[in-house]
C-alpha cells in the first residue's frame, strides 16, 4: 500500500512537500513517481524516477520547479513542489511500478501500485 500526505493550501509562489510511504515493501526496485488530476481534468504525469534509479523525469510544466526524491527510509518517497503556480491546484497521487514504461505513458493507465491522493490547493 502507499500513502501520500503533505497536501493543503499554499499561496501562489510557496513551497510544499509531498510524502509517500510505502507499506510492507520498499521502493527498491521499483519505478515510482506522482501524478495529479485536477477538477475535471483527466489524470497526468507529473514526475518519476526508473527503476534503476539512475534517472528522472519530469512533466515540462513543472521541470525546474519539482523535484522527486527518495528518503533514507527506502519506504519514503517525496516530491518536493517550489514556485507553486494556481494550475498545479489538483489531487497528487504516488505510483509504483516494475517498469519504467508503465510510469511514463498513457497517463499512469498501466500503473500496478497507486497510492490515496492528497489534495494540492494553490491560490492566487
Known amino acids: 500500500q502507499l500513502q501520500a500526505s503533505g497536501g493543503g493550501l499554499v499561496q501562489a509562489g510557496g513551497p510544499l512537500r509531498l510524502s509517500c510511504v510505502a507499506s510492507?515493501?520498499?521502493?527498491?526496485?521499483?519505478?515510482w513517481g506522482w501524478f495529479r488530476q485536477a477538477p475535471r481534468k483527466e489524470r497526468e504525469f507529473v514526475a518519476a524516477?526508473?527503476?534503476?534509479?539512475?534517472?528522472?523525469y519530469y512533466a515540462d510544466s513543472v521541470k525546474g520547479r519539482f523535484t522527486i526524491s527518495r528518503g533514507n527510509a527506502k519506504n519514503t518517497v517525496f516530491l518536493q513542489m517550489n514556485s507553486l503556480k494556481p494550475e498545479d491546484t489538483a489531487v497528487y497521487y504516488c505510483?509504483?511500478?516494475?517498469?519504467?514504461?508503465?510510469?511514463?505513458?498513457?497517463?499512469?493507465?498501466?500503473?500496478?501500485?497507486w497510492g490515496k491522493g492528497t489534495l494540492v490547493t494553490v491560490s492566487s
Open positions: 505510483a509504483a511500478d516494475y517498469t519504467d514504461s508503465a510510469l511514463l505513458g498513457n497517463a499512469g493507465s498501466g500503473v500496478t501500485f
Open positions: 510492507r515493501r520498499t521502493f527498491s526496485g521499483y519505478a
Open positions: 524516477y526508473s527503476v534503476s534509479g539512475s534517472n528522472a
